[in-house]
């Protein structure tokens, strides 16, 4: 016997009138009604982010932005991972005393527009029906190859019936912080890529996007694992999610296989991050109930450390392939090779 998971199937209001969330669990659609205004707590408390990954499998890059509130400030960031030349660049920014104003969306839903610039970054972000539009750019980054300047039009699919990670969970230790999030893995994109004065047209079925769309009142230290991956496989759309250590857990995981569209829930995973580092050996990720099984080669780590005593951040999100099994709902047994991915070890005290 597996251990019991709430799967939530209707709309319903994320919080209660005291600031506890009125069911945890995970769901297959975005049926929590987030509402800034409900949460108990002050501006610098809520965190907001959107993360966008878009990977090519055949040309071995991941492309990842992001903007996140974190109450106190907002930050920016535009990155390029290259897995051939084992190597990433970013550029940031980070504007102060944010508080919620920065346009991030409060319905993964429904249409929205999101634009921010400064002299390093350009980024804009705009849904409407299933078609999420990504335009940024970063006309100074120095790219591992020598070329100078990022730019990136894009067009991600999400078709309506697509299934997607979402989970509700809180901390036990205070009942009022919580963890609202959706993964959307496996859309399509269309569009193009600049790297300095070279463009690049994205091939159909080679170029994959994925969405990290979170809200949430946190604790002050938390340290979390998270895995993820979207591509194709023998023609189906396939890709997985894999997390833990953020919150109270008891009621759901948000460990998933996507396949054709349809989630198959994993139960507990675990992520065998060898003592010799992130980068010297292979990782061994395992579940509870043999479901999985995958060794992710490590090739490049997205890594950065910011320490000014109250508030610190160490992140290490490290990019490589994966090769191992998964098995769906119905027994059905699949196997990858060399499936590009990442996986990370987060540490924040903010």
Not at 106 to 125: A, G, H, P, V
């Amino acid at each position: 016997m597996g251990r019991k998971q709430i799967e939530i199937l209707e709309k319903m209001d994320l919080l209660n009138k005291e600031g506890h969330l009125n069911c945890e669990g995970w769901a297959r659609k975005p049926f929590w009604i987030y509402n800034r205004k409900a949460i108990k707590a002050g501006n610098w408390r809520i965190k907001e982010w959107d993360y966008y990954a878009i990977t090519s499998i055949k040309n071995e890059w991941t492309i990842t932005v992001t903007v996140s509130d974190l109450g106190f400030a907002a930050m920016f960031a535009i990155a390029f991972i290259d897995l051939k030349n084992k190597a990433s660049v970013q550029a940031d920014a980070i504007k102060f005393f944010s508080n919620g104003k920065i346009g991030l969306s409060s319905d993964s839903k429904k249409s929205s527009y999101l634009t921010w610039f400064n002299e390093k970054l350009r980024i804009s972000f705009i849904k409407k029906g299933k078609k999420r539009n990504l335009l940024f750019s970063s006309p100074s980054l120095v790219l591992p190859d020598g070329r100078v300047g990022l730019d990136v039009i894009a067009e991600l699919t999400q078709p309506i019936e697509m299934e997607t990670m979402n989970i509700a969970t809180s901390w036990e230790k205070n009942r009022k912080a919580f963890y609202l999030n959706e993964k959307v893995n496996c859309m399509n994109v269309s569009g193009t890529v600049r790297f300095g004065k070279d463009s690049e047209k994205f091939e159909k079925d080679d170029v994959w996007g994925t969405l990290d769309w979170g809200r949430g009142r946190w604790t002050y230290k938390n340290r979390w694992y998270w895995a993820s991956s979207s591509g194709i496989l023998d023609g189906v759309k396939f890709g997985f999610n894999l997390g833990y250590g953020f919150s109270d857990r008891s009621s759901a995981t948000e460990n998933v296989i996507f396949y054709d569209g349809k989630i198959h829930k994993l139960e507990d995973v675990e992520f065998g991050i060898p003592k010799s580092g992130y980068l010297q050996d292979s990782w061994h990720f395992t579940s509870n109930n043999g479901r999985l099984d995958l060794l992710f080669t490590p090739i490049v780590n997205r890594s950065s450390n910011t320490d000014f005593k109250i508030i610190k951040s160490v992140q290490n999100q490290v990019f490589g392939k994966y090769s191992g099994k998964l098995i769906l709902d119905d027994g059905k047994q699949l196997n990858i090779t060399n499936f590009p991915g990442f996986a990370e070890d987060v540490y924040n005290k903010w």
